[in-house]
Structures are given as structure tokens and as C-alpha cells.
């Protein structure tokens, strides 16, 4: 690409809702705006690193290297036919290689992974983003420490690759306490949403110590019992510190009642 691209905090939907048609018109304003992320490129992007809040390892982040990467059907409760589902996106080998490289330049444990597959994080939004699955993907995990400024760093680490034409998405959920996904949910979501919008907008010098003090934010700990959902977010934000956010999808009402969203950096 002749710039370099931009990166995302994508708020990925439930389960394999692509292949759900009851789900999947729950989910059309969160398909739309996914359509509508690719249609913004102005050049294809060389691979899609995902980054997703359902991979996360102890110690040694892990970076998926298999060249044709399995299925991880990583949910429960759907139809037997939804753990027969097929994203075959080709992976990215050398990429994967590149990344650890970095990784481990930047004093972060790496290893690379042959055997994990695509998890519903990666393979539910990519499935509206490139329905024929000919775009190259990847993944790199979290750390299950959760420590949002160790994976500023990761973002940080692997910011080189957006040179290279590979778009860096993290994807979570703005709000995820699955507990509480109904009118219960919808103040907390409202509040916490509010906070994010407002604290991404503010000047970068400012930004970063206001996000990394998330747990001080209104419904915090309602809106994430647990931050696995959130913490892709920060490994967007340490690839593309510095530059400007603009959200790309917005929902009052996502599965009824909570408010999500998703950002763009850069």
C-alpha cells in the first residue's frame, strides 16, 4: 500500500451470527458497517491481523503460523451445524514470522502457533468483510495478564506492519458482560460507551493515560467483569498512538438494549 493503514477496535457480534439468518439481521447494522471498513480502503490490504479477545496465552504471546489455519469453534448452545461451519481463509506464514521478529525485537516473549485456528472473533467479522475468504489472516494473542500498557506495547511492536500493507484489528466488544446482555445492560453500556467515545477523542498526549485508567471509568466493571473484550483495543491504540480516532459503528440498541461501538485509528 502507499500509506500505511489504519487500525481498528471492532465490536465483533455473538457466536457465528454470519451464518445465523435470524442473528445475522440482529446484527445488520454491525455487518454494515464492517461492509463499509473494506469499501473505505483505498487499496486492498496485504493481510488482516487480528487481534481477538478470545486468544490469550500465559507468558509467550502466541502468533498463528499455519498456512491454511483451522476452525476454533470457541461458543456454545448454537445449532449442531454451526460447529460444521468453514471460514477457509488462507494464513500468513511469513507474516507471522515478521511479526514475531518484532515481537521479540521489542523485548516481548513470542512464539509462533501451527496448530491454533480461527476463533469466532476473527472468523464472524471477516466473514462480512471478505465473504469469498481470499483476504490472508492471522492472529496474535493477548496476554492473559490483561495489563493494558503491556499491550500498548504489542501495538506499539507490531505498528511496522502497517507499513507493509497489514491492517491491524482488535476485536472485542465496547460492552461485554454477557450477564447482563438485555435492559439490565442498557445504562451501564450508555455510560460506559459515553467514556470511551469522549476519552478516544481527546488530544493523544492526554488519550493514553485516560484509557489506561479504564477501570475508573463510569460502569467499568459492569461493562467488563472481565477485560478480555477490552484489551484489544489497546494493542490498536499502541500501533497507531498518535494519530487521529473516528468511530465507525455506533448502536443503541445492539441485541436489543446495549450501546456498542467500534473506532478507527488513523
Known sequence: MSDKTPTYFISHGGGPWPWMPPL??????????????????????????????????????????????????????????????????????????????????AGIAARLDPDRGFDHGTFAPMAAMYPRADMPLF????????????????????????????????SGLSFHNLRIMDQRGAQPSRDFDTWLTETLALPASDRLAALVDWENAPAARIAHREEDHLVPLFVALGAAETETVSRVYHEPDFAGHITASSFRFG
Request: glycine share 8%; net charge negative; charged share 20%.
Open 139 to 170: 492472529q496474535v494473542s493477548l496476554n492473559a495478564n490483561y495489563d493494558p500498557m503491556a499491550h500498548v506495547e504489542i501495538g506499539r511492536a507490531l505498528a511496522p506492519l502497517r507499513n507493509d500493507g497489514v491492517m491491524i484489528i482488535g
Open 24 to 105: 445475522r439481521q440482529r446484527m445488520a447494522a454491525l455487518e454494515a458497517s464492517l461492509v463499509d471498513m473494506v469499501a473505505s480502503w483505498p487499496e486492498r490490504p496485504r493481510a488482516v491481523l487480528m487481534v481477538s479477545g478470545h486468544w490469550e496465552e500465559t507468558g509467550a504471546i502466541g502468533v498463528m503460523s499455519a498456512p491454511r489455519p483451522p476452525m476454533l469453534y470457541d461458543y456454545y448452545g448454537f445449532p449442531k451445524e454451526m460447529y460444521d461451519i468453514s471460514y477457509p481463509a488462507p494464513g500468513a506464514p511469513e507474516l507471522a514470522e515478521r511479526t514475531l521478529d518484532l515481537l521479540t525485537e
